[in-house]
């Protein structure tokens, strides 16, 4: 019941309403009540809307959905407007992204995207309850001293890290700390969540012990300081699930009806998902309960096997092996890492970041009644960077791995769940089947490409372009997608990286890089970054907005050599060979940098596919004079099938059987041009578009032509 009134009439309501504004004069302007602290800093700042009502063709709907936003421009938006405000934002409203892959859950509403060119944007209506349940928070962390009466160092290793592990604001995190910190799998520590809500209700448990508190008046006190502690630290979904745990155990026990950790978490999630049905389909929820009944279950029987002295080390170092065992398998199968520094480096990054919530509790109260924090604040730094160190630490020791298989990771969260609670005969042997379950998932190799032949997939990666080519154990990544905004170089990382992932793609011969254009050099930085890649390619063009200048950093931070690909370049492998037919060449009037792009045939067991980047027109009327174009099975179509690419002459030239063309849905460019599609139907060439199909794989084999796409509902 809760389901259809909190979600399915809401998404017809605003499904409606959408429909209707694409259907008419856009004016895309939102009401409704932000739901989260900014985070990022300018020019990208991003934050969430709990959307109330859409302008429509000058008249106000109802718009209940969850709308993401993201605003550009050097002003931040939290001046304007913070958490809890009731707010009218205007922009370019459109549905979200397809998600980079299938694991994540299929959902029951649709998901909106607000893009914002500037905060000037935002406007203010008005305070709600949330805002002034915020205003603790908000006044504390506008007693932080600005950055920049401190110094550089001051930002980065104290007023960040203290907005973020005391007040759950991350728009201040170095974002190469922030880095490190997810590398290292131990991003958690860094920001509210529910592990920080522990180890406060940890920190007054000890305070009350040594002041000889106990009894009622011991949980009371305890409840108290749990809920304000949620409370100034934002109150985000991780921490306010850890709250609901410890709170509704500590009131059982006040009620003088004591409860286990078990039925805690099952009472919690009652309330939990009663409040807040969307909850259900969150990957914190599963993560926080997986933690809880790990530490339930698991913490006594490993401590029984450690020394007895002292106690309070062993106690953590079981706490911290019973939640790794729980969460470990999730976090391989939702973000393909292995965290094998983690489990050697939580034990003493835990215990650190309770010194530190302590010592920041102390610093934020300094700021905030006015005295001086010069000593504390330095030793909080300290502590701060001490805790990056761990963090890259195990960064060095993490392993991204393919996609194992969802039956797998079930079979081995089953195995744990057996040797935790099962018959005490069953207990060991299912202990060594989910360790030798979970080890097997960590080392086995993804699928590998054709052994004949070779595939050709367009990733679908938006508003770009991004082609994966694969044959036996090889893999190339012809561009790597990426949005406009070339600040935005995460993108790689949370939309290209799972799809190669998900392929069982864990290494690179090669990444191309056709020009350097952010929707398709971008998201080859961060790919860069994660993935050992053999080389580096760039084409012999000119240079645009320092691309190749960052790609080139890139890649030497991870040892990666760079080579520029001219003309009549060919790259041979044992059966197979990449030949570079255009790269670079004069400076045209117009379109230079489209027209500079690297254009290249890949061939293999005599089946060829031919890769244009964005080269228009004029490099098509070149190649075809040169008589550089000859016969392919496969046209990557250039610039997204924009009317300036993709004549006549050069299908004419090339016959190609199929075609593929990446763009964005409901881009702003008009791409797919009708008259391409025009051109490309005269010649009878079928071609299948990643805003319509998705991720399209196509494999040439000597005897037949595969194709395969994900679809879009």
């Not at 300018?42 to 969850?66: S, Y």
């Not at 098509?620 to 179509?637: F, I, N, P």
Request: a positive charge; aromatic letters at 6%; charged letters at 20%.
């Amino acid at each position: 019941m809760e389901g259809r009134i909190a979600i399915a009439r809401h998404e017809e309501v605003a499904r409606a309403a959408f429909v209707a504004l694409a259907a008419g004069e856009r004016a895309d302007r939102v009401e409704g009540v932000l739901t989260d602290f900014w985070s990022d800093s300018p020019p990208r700042a991003r934050g969430r809307l709990r959307a109330e009502r859409l302008m429509v063709a000058g008249q106000w709907r109802p718009f209940p959905t969850e709308v993401f936003l993201f605003v550009s421009g050097s002003g931040a938006p939290e001046a304007t407007a913070d958490r809890g405000d009731r707010v009218q934002i205007a922009g370019h409203l459109r549905r979200e992204e397809v998600p980079a892959s299938d694991r994540d859950v299929s959902l029951p509403w649709t998901r909106y995207r607000l893009s914002v060119k500037s905060s000037l944007h935002v406007r203010r209506l008005g305070a709600t309850a949330l805002s002034r349940l915020s205003a603790p928070n908000r006044w504390l962390y506008g007693r932080l001293p600005p950055p920049a009466s401190r110094g550089s160092g001051f930002e980065r290793n104290v007023r960040g890290p203290l907005s973020a592990l005391l007040l759950g604001r991350t728009s201040q995190l170095d974002r190469g700390m922030v880095a490190r910190y997810r590398r290292g799998g131990l991003y958690h520590l860094l920001v509210v969540s529910g592990l920080h809500v522990g180890l406060a209700a940890g920190i007054v448990l000890g305070v009350l012990s040594v002041a000889r508190v106990g009894g009622k008046r011991r949980d009371a006190i305890l409840l108290v300081s749990v809920f304000f502690f949620v409370l100034i630290g934002g109150a985000n979904a991780p921490a306010v699930r850890a709250g609901i745990v410890v709170a509704v155990f500590l009131a059982a026990r006040l009620l003088e009806r004591p409860i286990g950790t078990g039925q805690a978490a099952g009472l919690s999630a009652f309330a939990l998902f009663a409040a807040d049905p969307k909850q259900i389909y969150s990957l914190g929820t599963v993560l926080t309960f997986a933690a809880v009944a790990g530490i339930g279950l698991l913490t006594e029987p490993a401590r029984r096997r450690l020394p007895a002295r002292p106690d309070p080390i062993f106690s953590a170092l079981a706490t911290t092996f019973a939640a790794q065992c729980a969460t470990a398998p999730v976090i391989l199968w939702r973000f393909n890492l292995v965290s094998a520094g983690a489990w050697l480096t939580s034990p003493l990054a835990i215990p650190l970041s309770a010194v530190l919530i302590a010592l920041g509790g102390a610093v934020l109260l300094l700021f905030a009644i006015g005295l001086p924090a010069t000593s504390l604040a330095s030793l909080f730094g300290l502590g701060s960077r001490a805790l990056e160190v761990l963090a890259d630490r195990a960064s060095g020791m993490a392993l991204l791995r393919p996609t194992p298989p969802l039956a797998a990771v079930l079979a081995v969260g089953g195995a744990t769940l057996l040797a935790a609670a099962g018959p005490r005969r069953l207990r060991a042997p299912a202990a060594a089947l989910a360790a030798a379950a979970f080890l097997a998932l960590a080392i086995r190799p993804g699928p590998a490409g054709p052994g004949r032949g070779f595939s050709v997939e367009a990733l679908d990666v938006g508003q770009g372009d991004s082609i994966l080519l694969r044959w036996e154990r090889h893999a190339i990544l012809v561009d790597g997608g990426g949005p406009f905004d070339v600040e935005a170089a995460d993108f790689g990382r949370t939309r290209l990286l799972p799809k190669l992932l998900d392929r069982g793609v864990t290494r690179l011969d090669g990444v191309l890089a056709t020009h350097p254009h952010p929707d398709h050099a971008l998201g080859l930085i961060a790919i860069l970054d994660e993935l050992p890649v053999r080389t580096l390619w760039l084409s012999a063009g000119k240079d645009e907005n320092d691309l190749f200048a960052r790609l080139r950093s890139a890649a030497g931070a991870a040892s990666v050599p760079v080579s520029v690909l001219r003309q009549g370049t060919s790259i041979a492998w044992r059966d197979a060979k990449l030949t570079v037919i255009h790269s670079g060449g004069r400076v045209r009037k117009t379109d230079t940098i489209n027209n500079q792009s690297v254009v290249a045939v890949f061939e293999r067991a005599g089946r060829r596919a031919l890769l244009t980047g964005d080269a228009g027109a004029p490099t098509e009327r070149d190649l075809a004079a040169g008589g550089r174009l000859g016969r392919a099975d496969l046209l990557k179509v250039g610039h997204h099938g924009s009317r300036t690419s993709t004549t006549p002459l050069l299908l004419a030239a090339v016959r190609p059987r199929l075609a593929l063309l990446s763009c964005g849905r409901e881009n702003r460019f008009g791409h797919p041009a009708q008259l391409t599609l025009e051109t490309l139907a005269a010649f009878g060439v079928p071609t299948f578009r990643t805003d319509r199909l998705s991720d399209v794989r196509v494999e040439l084999l000597p005897s037949a032509t595969r194709l395969s796409w994900r679809g879009l509902e």
